[in-house]
């Protein structure tokens, strides 16, 4: 983990409540999402510092944990001058703060604004807010009218009508934004694909076969070992036609990103989940190449720092290998986990991605 919002929501009580070798380990791993959890008192030195702090470690023998700065001060020890964890309430409420002010506001607010009202220069804000949730105000603000798109889609009786229910200005604000990501029509996806064209082709790489599926507006399948039946299960009333000519260029470049994923440029998706499932498709894709989030932080990054679990399972349910970045989501003790076209591919995309894998 490394979200201290994820942190604040789960603070123990009392020392009782931290285990010792959980907390070692955050304090070896540098665990950001435990920071606020609790404070690495250092007998040594009389100091107590957040568990993230990047000064040299300690030696296990010297180290004692508190279940806040008050607990630690009270035994006599003084706060660390490097990393400042008594600072770090002050810095989730403003992040939490601008998260309600992007939530409320009707019209898209300015980070000079935000950054502003908490007391904040703009530049230092914008990095608080990436490192607390994982993504800028902006890309935060543009995720959370995507998600309620999404909703408003399925509720209201016109586009027009969910573009203005979800908060853009106008269409022409929720196409740009919308970059083909809505794709196929919600109803299409609740029955099968009915009415819908799928093109689909099987393409040998170095990490195994992929299955590539697309309709007119994006990639809806991408698979590492699926055929042309496990296709037609997932899309049972679509139209599939073996891709032709036009449709070498797509797979191309598709076959691309998997020899050297993050390299490539923007290919559209045709994808649809829930809204949730939606939103943290979107922080996945906001992760930089190379680059790894716990789903602790993955959780934060859709605006829901409580569902852990829940960002597991969305993870889990992406359709689309590599262009959607579920590799590079890890556990929080830096362990590669789970990964549905299996652990070994996990580690050569994000080796390949460091530019040290064999592609």
């Known amino acids: 983990m490394t ?12 020392a009782d409540a931290i285990d010792p070798e959980e907390a070692w380990r955050a304090v070896v791993t540098r665990d950001r999402a435990c920071d606020g959890r609790f404070v690495t008192g250092v007998l040594s030195t009389g100091i107590y510092c957040r568990p993230s702090c990047a000064a040299r470690h300690p030696a296990r023998a010297n180290v004692r944990f508190f279940a806040n700065g008050a607990a630690a001060r009270a035994a006599g020890l ?25 939530k409320s506001a009707e019209q898209p607010v300015p980070l ?6 908490q007391g904040y220069s703009a530049a230092h804000f914008q990095r608080l807010f990436q490192r607390h949730t994982g993504l800028s105000p902006a890309a935060y603000a543009r995720a959370l009218r995507a998600a309620a798109a999404a909703d408003a889609l399925t509720a209201e009786s016109s586009v027009t009508d969910a573009v203005y229910a979800a908060g853009y200005s106008g269409p022409s604000r929720f196409y740009a934004e919308a970059d083909g990501r809505l794709g196929m029509a919600p109803s299409a996806w609740v029955r099968g694909g009915e ?4 093109r689909w082709a099987i393409v040998p790489t170095s990490l195994g076969s992929i299955l590539v599926a697309a309709t007119e507006k994006g990639v809806c399948r991408l698979a590492f070992g699926e055929s042309a039946a496990d296709l037609a299960r997932r899309f049972p009333r679509a139209s599939l036609a073996e891709g032709g000519n036009d449709f070498v260029g797509l797979v191309r470049d598709v076959a691309s990103l998997v020899e050297e994923p993050g390299k490539g440029g923007a290919i ?3 994808v649809r989940g829930t809204a949730f499932q939606e939103r943290i498709w979107q922080a996945l894709r906001a992760i930089p190449p190379g680059e790894t989030r716990s789903y602790a932080e993955l959780a934060a990054a859709a605006g829901h720092p409580a569902a852990v679990r829940a960002a597991g399972s969305a993870n889990g349910a992406n359709p689309v290998a590599v262009l959607i970045p579920c590799h ?12 549905a076209w299996g652990e070994d591919r996990k580690r050569e995309l994000l080796e390949r991605e460091r530019g040290k894998g064999r592609g």
């Open 112 to 117: 000079a604004e935000l950054a502003e009202a």
């Open 78 to 102: 003084r706060a660390c001058r490097r990393c400042r964890p008594d600072d770090l309430a002050r810095d989730e409420q403003a992040v939490l703060a601008a998260i309600a002010t992007i």
């Open 268 to 270: 559209p998706l045709d």
């Open 195 to 198: 009415g819908v064209t799928i």
């Open 328 to 339: 590079r989501v890890v556990r929080s003790d830096g362990a590669l986990g789970g990964y």
């Open 3 to 14: 979200s201290a919002m994820t942190a604040q929501m789960s603070a123990p009580k009392s």
